[in-house]
């Protein structure tokens, strides 16, 4: 049975930076295309960014152009999401979903993989 797995989230200033990781136990992330959602109280799940398992990124959501960043370090099988300059509306619950075929979506249903979510607060 495969397994995702998000850390790295926590408190931390308006103009902070964190980096999440995304690992995963019965599947290769090498292989597979994988995004990075998020959902705040009360408000929807929103893609964020999706890495293609040939490399390629996309970023869905213009509120986090030139502050996050999705990699994948193949070594260790893991993808992360670089987030510089945090503002307070980034707080939210962030996930890492994953899928094995086809291209990068922005739709939580496209994904058969989810991790249970690590919070992220930016507050002072």
């Known amino acids: 049975q495969a397994h995702v797995a998000e850390s790295g989230g926590g408190l931390v200033q308006p103009g902070g930076s964190l980096r999440l990781s995304c690992a995963a136990s019965g599947l290769a992330l090498r292989y597979y295309v994988t995004a990075w959602f998020r959902q705040a109280p009360g408000k929807e799940r929103e893609g964020l960014l999706c890495l293609s398992s040939s490399g390629d990124s996309t970023t869905y959501l213009d509120s986090v152009k030139g502050r996050f960043t999705i990699s994948r370090d193949n070594a260790n099988d893991t993808v992360y999401l670089e987030m510089n300059s945090l503002k307070p509306e980034d707080t939210a619950i962030y996930y890492c979903?994953?899928?094995?075929?086809?291209?990068?979506?922005?739709?939580?249903?496209?994904?058969?993989?989810w991790g249970q979510g690590t919070q992220v607060t930016v507050s002072s």
């Open positions: 979903a994953t899928r094995r075929w086809g291209v990068c979506r922005d739709l939580p249903d496209s994904y058969d993989y």
